[in-house]
């Protein structure tokens, strides 16, 4: 079982998920796993038909075409699901009159109102269209694969993150973005490798069937490509994705492997015959991208055991020395060099997803012995006490986005802190933590460096004086 599956069952997910519904909890689109109301569950399938009908055939869906989006969404899954399954009869019953929903509605319900409450003040009850959970599953990975993923992946091809969201700038688009790495909204790697197997043939086929329904969309489908395949998914898709949604900024995109392999060194094309590796997810490579690759000596080396130590804020670090510089490779890795009194520090990037995806890794590795971003986020609340420290910061490029008061920041990791355990560990981070803090003491024990701004005031003073007599003097003279 996949981390973030084990943490979903958890008492603490619960807690979570109650103290910040609004980074835990689907706004627009619900997977199969909660799919809130029947309300919220229809309303979410039509953002899906939506985003795939446009992927599809370039068309933006108004109301008018809502149908016909909705019933091709249902058609494909119901095509790709007997290609994933070969042989097995289709068992989603497809329904194309998607405008008589609230006249279903009223028959299912003879008590209903039109307005979807009844003569006794409940909700009525809407028709299931999606069919089972199985097929359910697949309407969610065709969304993911074709509607967003393959949207994404072309958009991060400028490699500049400010350019993507400027393509989801939109209050809609951005819902979709941060539902999308929610743990709730989490599928397995070999779901979504069906799905980038069969797509394109099951599109192909239903252009192929003679239907008066999809007659005016018929050269979108024929001409259809998805754009990457199973063997293109890491570097086309995955590594768009995590560069992307990464807490961290990074220039480049992650480096490419030929071939592509997951992380056990499994290749793709086998991905299903490891259960591990099959259940893993979008959030859990996401994790994976974030995270400092460590050689096993070194994590084992350490200093002090690996203790725990307190980061300074940035305002004593800059009074003892320590210069801040952004880190390069788009990591949660601290390097000090006491030799240079640098401190590099992975770049924050301050933006509309943040929050989400920051309180979802935390909640992915919750359970887990080894913390690193849980222990970066715990680092990053000592090093800005105040919005002043985090102005420093800022101007060291360890922290990008956000208002130059350093308020949004500020606050925005005084929350987050707050739903870590303590004390959380990364050996890495807690080595180079405490040479920093080693650094800082011994010269903050300097009596110049201890109390350089009242040095450099008494100075300032006495030099003023000493003008200020001999000016004096020259006068009387």
């Known amino acids: 079982m996949a981390p973030s599956e084990t943490m979903l069952e958890s008492a603490a997910y619960g807690r979570m998920r109650a103290a910040n519904p609004s980074e835990f909890v689907p706004r627009s689109v619900f997977f199969t796993r909660d799919g809130g109301s029947g309300i919220d569950r ?30 091709l969404l249902l058609r494909l899954a119901d095509a790709c699901r007997s290609r994933i399954h070969a042989g097995q009869p289709p068992q989603t019953k497809i329904s194309t009159a998607v405008s008589d929903v609230p006249k279903e509605m009223l028959e299912v319900n003879p008590g209903a109102s039109p307005n979807g409450g009844n003569q006794l003040g409940k909700t009525a009850d809407i028709p299931d269209e999606e069919g089972s959970d199985e097929n359910k599953r697949v309407i969610d990975a065709i969304f993911l694969v ?51 197997d069969h797509v394109e043939g099951a599109i192909r086929g239903i252009a192929a069937t003679p239907s008066s329904e999809f007659e005016e969309l018929k050269k979108f489908l024929e001409g259809y490509k998805l754009g990457f395949t199973r063997a293109t998914f890491f570097d086309d898709v995955v590594r768009p994705f995590c560069w992307y949604y990464s807490p961290f900024f990074n220039r480049q995109l992650p480096a490419a492997a030929a071939p592509p392999k997951v992380a056990d060194g499994q290749l793709l094309d086998n991905v299903g015959d ?3 590796t099959a259940v893993r997810t979008l959030l859990d490579f996401l994790h994976d991208s974030v995270v400092p690759v460590v050689p096993r000596a070194a994590s084992e080396k350490g200093t002090g055991g690996g203790k725990t130590s307190r980061m300074p804020t940035a305002r004593e670090l800059n009074r ?24 590099r520090l992975p770049a924050l990037v301050y933006d509309f997803k943040l929050a989400t995806v920051a309180r979802n890794l935390l909640a992915r590795e919750y359970e887990e012995q080894s913390k690193p971003v849980t222990r970066y986020f715990q680092m990053m609340n000592e090093l800005v ?30 929350r987050i802190d707050g739903y870590a355990t303590y004390p ?44 200020a007599i001999v000016a004096a003097r020259r006068n009387r003279g």
């Not at 989801?168 to 989490?186: A, G, P, R, Y």
């Not at 003892?320 to 401190?343: N, Q, W």
């Open 274 to 276: 490891n259960s591990e």
């Open 424 to 467: 959380s560990v990364f050996m890495a981070m807690d080595v180079q933590i405490e040479k920093v803090r080693q650094f800082h003491d011994k010269r903050m024990q300097n009596f110049l460096v201890r109390y350089r701004p009242g040095v450099i005031w008494a100075s300032s003073v006495a030099a003023v004086s000493v003008v």
């Open 42 to 71: 229809r309303n979410s399938l039509w953002v899906k038909a939506a985003l795939v009908y446009e992927s599809i055939t370039g068309l933006h869906v108004n109301d008018g075409a809502k149908p016909v989006a909705t019933s």
């Open 146 to 196: 074709v509607g967003f993923l393959r949207r994404l992946s072309k958009a991060a091809v400028g490699i500049r993150r400010d350019a993507v969201d400027e393509g989801f700038k939109s209050t809609h688009m951005q819902d979709i973005v941060t539902d999308v790495i929610k743990l709730e909204n989490q599928l397995p790697l070999k779901l979504l490798l069906d799905v980038v």
């Open 320 to 343: 003892s020395g320590v210069r801040i510089a952004p880190g390069e490779d788009g990591r949660a890795a601290v390097e000090f060099d006491d030799t240079s009194a640098k401190l």
């Open 385 to 414: 006490e105040e919005a002043a420290d985090t102005r420093i910061l800022r101007r060291a490029g360890a922290v990008r986005g956000g208002g130059t008061s350093g308020t949004e920041v500020h606050q925005l990791v005084k």
